[in-house]
């Protein structure tokens, strides 16, 4: 005898109970370009200083080269209206994230009213607007800083920040470390590879 188990769904009419299909599913060779970087974030996660500066990279290149698989039209079929307006709103958010852009902005760039738009994009993106233009922002901040010896303050204003003690705190929330010790990291790592 079975015990009857509370937590499983009781289906009255096991008979005309329908199943959902399995989502598609796509197999295929692992193609060498894909590989590559695969292997290379593998190698650096047990590195606290490479899994800061380097997973980020990474994660861009893996998600590049899964694009150019076959297996990206899966991605495309399932790609819906508001799906494309989100996608023309984190453009928008990309081209303006320096200029002061608001919620209200974004979602007049895509023809949605702001709340509607803010709750789809969440839904999309996993993060609000808001939240997606602050990532945008401060990884524009970090490539600048790494590019050359720019000060935090000029990083800050260039990216869209009032504050640069506001700046410093997001960009330690996101990365870890202050900008400067960011920085000082990045080149001590560059140093000691080469």
Request: aromatic share 8%; glycine share 4%.
């Amino acid at each position: 005898m079975v015990p009857p188990c509370s937590n499983l769904p009781i289906c009255e009419d096991f008979e005309t109970a329908t199943l959902e299909p399995p989502p598609p599913v796509f197999m295929g060779p692992v193609e060498e370009t894909f590989a590559e970087p695969l292997c290379r974030l593998l190698t650096c996660l047990d590195n606290p200083l490479e899994r800061r500066m380097l997973v980020p990279l990474y994660l861009r290149e893996i998600a590049f080269r899964l694009l150019r698989l076959d297996a990206a039209s899966l991605l495309r079929a399932s790609i819906t209206r508001e799906h494309t307006r989100v996608l023309r709103a984190i453009r928008f958010i990309e081209e303006n994230a320096d200029a002061g852009t608001t919620v209200q902005a974004m979602a007049e760039s895509v023809a949605m009213s702001g709340s509607h738009f803010a709750h789809r994009f969440r839904e999309i993106t996993g993060v609000s607007p808001i939240q997606y233009l602050k990532r945008i922002r401060l990884e524009k901040a970090r490539l600048l800083l790494l590019k050359g010896d720019l000060p935090v303050s000029i990083a800050a204003v260039e990216t869209g920040y009032a504050s640069t003690s506001h700046f410093s705190r997001d960009f330690r929330r996101q990365f870890f470390l202050s900008p400067t010790s960011y920085v000082q990291s990045f080149k001590e790592h560059v140093a000691v590879t080469s």
